[in-house]
């Protein structure tokens, strides 16, 4: 299983960006993914996740939208009114039980994408 993150880059801050999140090989419909960032010189963070439903971190409930295209076995992250603290590498990650996703335990992560918001 592979997780291909596309999607980061500069923006300002209240802006916006997509960032996606492409599964190649055996990912169910049922598995949970989600998204994860780490600033520099911090521990990696949870964000948000979807399966049956969606979670999100309080940090970014209200801004962050998580979406999830099963016939494309891809997961998108929507995120408006941005930040300088979002400033981060974004990590995608894939579970197959865990509820909300943890740091530590992930079955599959994805190489990051940088998104930097600038002030």
């Known amino acids: 299983v592979q997780l291909q993150a596309s999607g980061g880059g500069l923006v300002e801050t209240g802006g916006s960006l997509r960032l996606s999140c492409a599964a190649s090989?055996?990912?169910?419909?049922?598995?949970?993914m989600g998204w994860f960032r780490q600033h520099p010189g911090k521990e990696r963070e949870f964000v948000a996740c979807?399966?049956?439903?969606?979670y999100y971190a309080d940090s970014v409930n209200g801004r962050f939208t998580i979406s999830r295209d099963k016939a494309k076995n891809t997961v998108y992250l929507q995120m408006n009114s941005l930040k300088p603290d979002d400033t981060a590498v974004y990590y995608c990650a894939a579970d197959r039980d865990s509820w909300p996703l943890r740091t530590y335990g992930v079955e599959y992560w994805g190489k990051g994408t940088l998104v930097t918001v600038s002030s």
């Open positions: 979807i399966r049956y439903s969606t």
């Open positions: 090989g055996r990912i169910a419909g049922s598995y949970v």
